[in-house]
């Protein structure tokens, strides 16, 4: 597989991962117990972080030093982000059923989640600067607006709407101006 062809299918990612998002957040929306919504967030974020590696080696030559400290920070961020869905897609459900009072017993449990909320809006919030920098500009811009839109009240909705248009559109542009120079990326 040749490195455009890589590049190429981990951006197609950001894409997927970026229309589950927003498909779950509307249907969020509609049905907010929905656990099949859930699953489906939880496959989203797995795209777009495989749709990051993607879109930073798309593009690591116009963003630089501080695309790389941005990239660095952006996978961290979503990597632990995806933990924390895990926990609450498949193993709070269970935990609740086998005691209702043992979520009361874990007091680390919210420092852990604020920290990995916290640390994946840093990282979307650096990643979105060194795109709008450096890179694709409006969908930089994206993902600015969706890391400050998630810390006022009520805009996780709206939050998560935005950032996965702008996984979508970062996704679309890495995959029409990817171009192949013998075994290296541009």
Excluded: C
Aim: proline share 2%; aromatic share 18%; glycine share 12%.
């Amino acid at each position: 597989m040749t490195s455009q062809k890589l590049v190429n299918a981990l951006a197609l990612f950001s894409v997927l991962g970026g229309l589950l998002i927003i498909v779950t957040q509307v249907w969020f929306y509609v049905t907010p117990d929905s656990i099949y919504a859930t699953y489906l967030d939880q496959v989203g974020y797995i795209f777009v972080l495989l749709g990051a590696i993607g879109l930073y080696f798309g593009q690591f030559k116009n963003l630089g030093a501080f695309g790389l400290f941005s990239f660095i920070f952006l996978i961290i961020g979503l990597s632990l982000w995806l933990g924390v869905k895990w926990y609450q897609s498949f193993l709070i459900e269970d935990l609740l059923a086998f005691d209702s009072k043992v979520l009361d017993s874990l007091p680390t449990g919210f420092i852990g989640h604020m920290f990995s909320v916290y640390l994946l809006l840093f990282g979307v919030l650096l990643y979105g600067i060194a795109n709008a920098w450096k890179g694709v500009r409006w969908a930089g811009w994206l993902l600015i607006v969706a890391s400050v839109a998630e810390l006022i009240p009520f805009g996780t909705y709206v939050a998560q709407l935005i950032a996965g248009i702008g996984f979508v559109w970062l996704g679309n542009t890495v995959r029409k101006n990817v171009k192949e120079e013998r075994g290296k990326l541009v």
